[in-house]
């Protein structure tokens, strides 16, 4: 028996985000019924014409919450549903001051659970929220890393240098001091909750967008890093070499969420979601293997010899939530195809 069984109505924050839309339709595939959130009436629109059937069906309904770092502005999503999905918060390397990410990253996720808390009653079973690898590795990563590791070096390097540490250290602290709070808030009121808590760390998401964009200029952070470097002509192999990460491909994300609530052994746990490690070479190396024109050859195959200082165990999100990652061709070929349709 899942934790929260389909048709169970699970409230998605933020639902307008490259991630969200997949996790909506996912859910929305899997029988669920979809209360979503967005900033403003205007992003409505979108998602009532992409999942016209389901508003029409009444699986899906959208609500407006304008400010997430409002004491209280989940009282009223959170009333009347079996779970939450937190994704809502801020994903870009541009803040000068780091709060402009700390306050909506923390307050969001801190104050969906005080929302939950409070209106969730005993109907609410479980909160999923949408954290990061950025919250895993800091510059101390060595080795295998699974979900023991914390990042602390990027809270203590933004606490030390403020608006003057490198961005995306600004953006690493956000997000491990929200599934920090998201943690510490469940272990002190564990005696009063109806619900657990499910924390899910994607590295680079990457992979086909049902979000709202007219041009490459509306790309969300991870996405824009993937056409900038195969696509916009801009970025050779030789400009990314060093550049490495890890990376999932969207739709397993979304899957994890979906999962994170249908398996009951997921209650409490953090998992990784990730398949695997690059260098910017593997991607142009999988642009030619599958004759896609136009892309820059580099040094076929030098991403094979690249020393990793770590790399991510997903183990436990394959065991557990029972995910099979995509593999690097697939989401390669159904990303370029996803932009070359859009006529980029
Ligand atoms: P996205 O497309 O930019 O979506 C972010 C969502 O959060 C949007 O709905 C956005 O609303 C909302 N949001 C952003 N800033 C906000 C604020 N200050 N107040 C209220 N809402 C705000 O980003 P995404 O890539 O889908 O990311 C979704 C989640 O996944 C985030 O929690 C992010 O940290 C996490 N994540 C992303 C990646 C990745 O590579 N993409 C990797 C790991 C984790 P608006 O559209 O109104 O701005």
């Known amino acids: 028996m899942p934790a929260v069984p389909a048709p169970a109505k699970v409230l998605v924050s933020g639902a307008n985000g490259y991630i969200a839309v997949w996790v909506v339709r996912t859910l929305l595939e899997r029988g669920y019924t979809v209360r979503g ?27 407006v919450v304008p400010d997430i770092t409002k004491p209280g502005a989940f009282d009223e999503a959170v009333k009347d549903v079996d779970a939450v999905e937190h994704t809502a918060s801020p994903f870009h390397f ?30 609410l ?44 250290e600004k953006y690493r602290a956000s997000k491990t001091l929200a599934e920090k709070g998201a ?26 967008n049902i979000n709202e964009i007219s041009s490459a200029a509306d790309l969300g952070t991870s996405q824009a890093l993937f056409y900038e470097a195969l696509l916009s002509k801009t970025k050779t192999p030789e400009d990314l070499k060093g550049v490495a990460g890890g990376w999932v491909d969207v739709r397993d994300v979304a899957l994890g969420h979906a999962r994170a609530l249908e398996v009951p052994e997921a209650g409490g746990q ?15 190396d999988a ?33 557990v939530l029972g995910i099979k990652f995509r593999d690097i061709l697939t989401t390669t070929k159904e990303t370029v195809e996803d932009f070359k349709k859009r006529g980029w």
């Open 37 to 63: 959130t967005v900033r403003s009436e205007s992003k409505t629109g979108y998602l009532k014409n992409l999942f016209k059937s389901e508003v029409e069906s009444g699986k899906l309904e959208l609500i």
């Open 270 to 284: 953090r998992f990784i979601l990730s398949s695997g490690m690059f260098v910017w070479q593997d991607w142009f």
């Open 94 to 123: 541009k803040a000068n001051d780091p709060n402009e990410l700390i306050e909506p990253a923390v307050k969001g996720t801190v104050g969906m659970l005080e929302s939950a808390l409070k209106f969730g009653g005993t109907r």
């Open 287 to 319: 642009a030619n293997q599958l004759g896609i024109p136009d892309i820059p050859k580099g040094t076929p195959g030098a991403g094979k010899d690249h020393q990793y200082v770590f790399r991510y165990d997903s183990s436990k999100a394959q065991n």
């Open 125 to 168: 079973k479980r909160v999923v929220v949408t954290s990061s690898c950025a919250s895993v590795f800091d510059s101390n990563s060595r080795g295998l890393i699974n979900e023991s590791s914390w990042n602390e070096a990027s809270i203590t390097l933004v606490k030390e240098k403020g608006s003057a540490a490198p961005n995306p």
């Open 183 to 208: 943690r510490e808030f469940v272990s002190k009121n564990a005696s009063s909750l109806s619900w657990d808590l499910v924390t899910l760390c994607p590295p680079f998401v990457f992979g086909p």
